[in-house]
C-alpha cells in the first residue's frame, strides 16, 4: 500500500513538473489547447496543461543571419560572388508559429532569393558604389514579405563582392585610363587658363609701353641672382627702331 502511494505521488510531481515551464524576459510562449491557438503568454512563471495544452517556444531578441555567398549576373553580364548579412526579429509569436513552418529556415531561403534578384537589376558599378542604396531596397522587399510571418527585418548589409582575377585586372585598367584622362583634362584645363592670363598680361602692357622696359629689368634681375654665366643686356625696343630706321 505504502508503495502505491509512493508512485502515486512521484506521477504527481512529474505531471506537476512538466506543466511549470519558466520563460525569460526576451521569450514567450504559444500556447495550443488540443491543438488549437490559445494565446501567447510569457514571460515568467507558465502552467500548461499536460497532454490537453503544448507551448512553442519563440525569442524575441534580434537575430544575426549569415546569407551564405550566391552566384549573381549582374545586368552587365558580370558574374559575382555577393554575402550578405541579415538583422531581423520576430515582433508577433502567434504567426511566427502558425502561419509558416520554421520561420527562420524560410527567411534565409527568403534572404538568398531576393539578394540574388535585387542585384541582378543593378550594374557591377552600382554594386561596389551603392551599397547602402541596394542594402535598403533588399531589407525593405524582405520586410515586406516576412510581415505575414510576424518578422521584422531591421537591416541588411551586404559584406562582400568578389570577383575573378580577370575582371579585378579590367578593373584595375579601367580605373587607370580613368586617371589618365582626369590628368589631361587637367592639364588642358591649366593651358586654356595660362593663356587666358597671358593676354590679358599682354593687353596691360601694351596700354603703356614704359610697362615693357620695367619688366626687362625685372627680368634681368631675377636671371642675375641665379649665377649663370650668361650675361642679358636689355635693349630698349626704341634703340632697336632707331637701328632699322624704323620711325
Do not use: C
Request: a neutral charge.
Amino acid at each position: 500500500m505504502l508503495s502505491f502511494w509512493m508512485t502515486v505521488a512521484l506521477v504527481v510531481i512529474a505531471i506537476l513538473g512538466s506543466a511549470i515551464r519558466i520563460l525569460r524576459e526576451y521569450e514567450r510562449g504559444v500556447v495550443f489547447t488540443l491543438g488549437r491557438f490559445w494565446k501567447v503568454k510569457g514571460p515568467g512563471l507558465i502552467i500548461v496543461i499536460p497532454i490537453v495544452q503544448s507551448m512553442e517556444r519563440i525569442d524575441l531578441r534580434t537575430l544575426v543571419m549569415d546569407v551564405p555567398s550566391q552566384d549573381v549576373i549582374s545586368r552587365d553580364n558580370v558574374s559575382v560572388k555577393v554575402n550578405a548579412v541579415l538583422y531581423f526579429r520576430v515582433v508577433d509569436p502567434q504567426k511566427a508559429i502558425i502561419n509558416v513552418e520554421r520561420y527562420l529556415e524560410a527567411t534565409s531561403q527568403l534572404a538568398q532569393t531576393t539578394l540574388r534578384s535585387v542585384l541582378g537589376q543593378h550594374d557591377l558599378d552600382e554594386m561596389l558604389s551603392e551599397r547602402d542604396k541596394l542594402n535598403r531596397d533588399i531589407q525593405s522587399i524582405l520586410d515586406a514579405q516576412t510581415d505575414a510571418w510576424g518578422i521584422k527585418v531591421a537591416n541588411v548589409e551586404i559584406k562582400h563582392v568578389d570577383l575573378n582575377d580577370s575582371m579585378i585586372r579590367a578593373i584595375a585598367r579601367q580605373a587607370e585610363a580613368e586617371r589618365q584622362r582626369r590628368a589631361k583634362v587637367i592639364h588642358a584645363e591649366g593651358e586654356m587658363q595660362a593663356a587666358a592670363k597671358l593676354v590679358e598680361a599682354a593687353k596691360l602692357l601694351a596700354a603703356d609701353p614704359r610697362a615693357i622696359q620695367l619688366r626687362y629689368l625685372q627680368t634681368l634681375t631675377e636671371i642675375a641672382g641665379e649665377k649663370s654665366s650668361t650675361i642679358v643686356f636689355p635693349l630698349p625696343i626704341e634703340i632697336m627702331k632707331g637701328i632699322v630706321g624704323e620711325k
